[in-house]
């Protein structure tokens, strides 16, 4: 990823504004390697960024003009004023590049308008975080362009409040940190609480593993309401125990706590998940750093068992990668993302990638799914300036 890939969005840029642009950026999507449905609990997240990016191409205006344009969406230059930005307005895409506008803006930054021709090879509602990748992008190009001084960690704080409030979706902290901050060859260990972070050695190349991604193609209708239930259910758990959030459930503590919510069933699974899996996550970091790698692979299936039969947010396509993969010699396997759909990560040692790729597209056709999309995510950089 590179100049090819800068000269041509640039390029592009050239035809539609007439223009050289000021600068193209890069911003990537990210897979998340353990810590799920932590972040809205205070808890611990551990993402790593993809080699698939959002690229942007941008000049500033004086004029108060946005326009907008992606290769990716067929819909032309898209013109708004930045004066009337208003959250809720826009149902498009282009509700991402302009909340992040409107983020700067309503943060106290003087912006004046921009150009922007973006094109993106992450894959979208793929639970690798598109949309996220959009964002971090253009705020990493306006951060430069009007010279605001903002940390990558801060450009993530306003980067979620744009697609919490602009966007109107209600995603947690990690996508849009992931994005902005992590580094190649390693993952990042986030604090959902205060974001402090610290880069976790994760250059699998190096140990002969690999880290598949796999892409069930599939989004569950019910994903939506499903999320805004779980999130409810840990808030109700909170609340029961006593804490500010399940993050203050020590680990060393959750037999007694889980005895205190025996009355409830499901806020009691729930419970348990966020708390165990804080704990997996604190472990992943210990055995990385360690330097063994390949100890991870249990810990990534313990967390699969949990969000399948705790939070209850599988579906019989990630199931089936899982145990396929892990039938076919994989070193560990688990959902990722949300749930309901989207993908699931394998870890395997390169010998084995081709037996458990083919076995799970197998498996898939017999099942009668649709076919995956199966890919390797090598642990790559954060957003970063191109030209
Ligand atoms: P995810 O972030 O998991 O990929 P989301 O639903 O959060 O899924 O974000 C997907 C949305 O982001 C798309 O529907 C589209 O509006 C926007 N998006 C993603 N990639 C692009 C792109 N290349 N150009 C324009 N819009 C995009
Ligand atoms: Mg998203």
Partial sequence: MGEAVAEAVGERFR?????????????????????????????????????????AAVSHRDDGLLRLHSADIDAGVVELRVADLTPGSDRSWTAYPSGVVWALRE?????????????????????????????????????????LGLRGWQLARLCQRAENVYVGAPVGIMDQTASACCEAGHALFLDTRDLSQRQIPFDLAAEGMRLLVVDTQVKHSHSEGEYGKRRAGCEKGAALLGVDALRDVPYAELDAALERLADDEEVSRLVRHVVTEDERVER??????????????????EGHASLRDDFRISC????????TA???????????GGGFGGSAIVLADVSEVDTI?????EAFAAAGFTAPRVFEAIPSAGARRLV
């Avoid at 021709?117 to 949309?131: D, I, K, Q, R």
């Fill in 357 to 361: 790729t083919k076995a799970v597209k």
């Fill in 107 to 147: 943060a106290g930054h003087e912006l004046t308008g921009a150009d922007i021709h973006l094109a993106s090879t992450v894959p979208s509602g793929a639970g690798l975080s598109s949309s996220a990748a959009l964002e971090v992008v253009v705020a990493l190009a306006l951060n430069d362009l009007y010279s």
């Fill in 15 to 55: 035809e539609l504004y007439g223009a050289e642009p000021e600068g193209v950026w890069a911003a990537p999507g990210r897979v998340n390697l353990i810590g799920e449905h932590t972040d809205y609990n205070d808890g611990f997240v551990m993402p790593f960024a993809l080699p698939h990016t959002a690229v």
């Fill in 316 to 323: 019989p396509e990630l199931d089936l990668v899982v145990d």
């Fill in 284 to 301: 992943v970091v210990s055995l990385l750093e360690a330097g063994d790698t390949r100890a991870i692979g249990p810990v990534l299936v």
């Fill in 326 to 336: 892990l039938a076919s010699g994989a070193l560990g396997a688990r959902m990722t």
